[in-house]
């Protein structure tokens, strides 16, 4: 399993920035997918971001000119760049990855890290 640590979340006012990254314990060149995923009591697990082996990207419709997933395969990490948050944006935030398939449903990937908070207040 690919293990998956996230870092850079925290507390920043509305209109503000934070980047998100996911560092990988092996090459993420070969992996499917790689997504970001958020989770609230009241939404659950929902896709913020995606980006598949060929650096395309699916982003939730909340998000969509907002935010920036990319991922370096030289430093095989995984970014999230948030622009202009709002206090709905406010959730603990997942990278996820998968080998095989690349979808915008949290059960269909295998490998998870522990999570960032991200609170906009």
């Known amino acids: 399993h690919v293990q998956l640590v996230e870092s850079g979340g925290g507390l920043v006012q509305p209109g503000g920035s934070l980047r998100l990254s996911c560092a990988a314990d092996e090459y993420i060149r070969g992996l499917a997918c790689m997504g970001w995923f958020r989770q609230t009591p009241e939404k659950g697990r929902e896709l913020v971001a995606r980006i598949n082996s060929l650096g395309e990207t699916v982003y939730a419709e909340s998000v969509e000119g907002r935010f920036t997933i990319s991922k370096d395969n030289a430093k095989d990490t995984l970014y999230l760049e948030m622009n202009n948050l709002r206090p709905e944006d406010t959730a603990m935030y997942y990278c996820?990855?998968?080998?095989?398939?690349?979808?915008?449903?949290?059960?269909?990937?295998?490998?998870w890290g522990q999570g960032t908070q991200v609170t906009v207040s």
């Open positions: 996820a990855a998968d080998r095989v398939r690349c979808t915008s449903f949290a059960q269909t990937y295998k490998q």
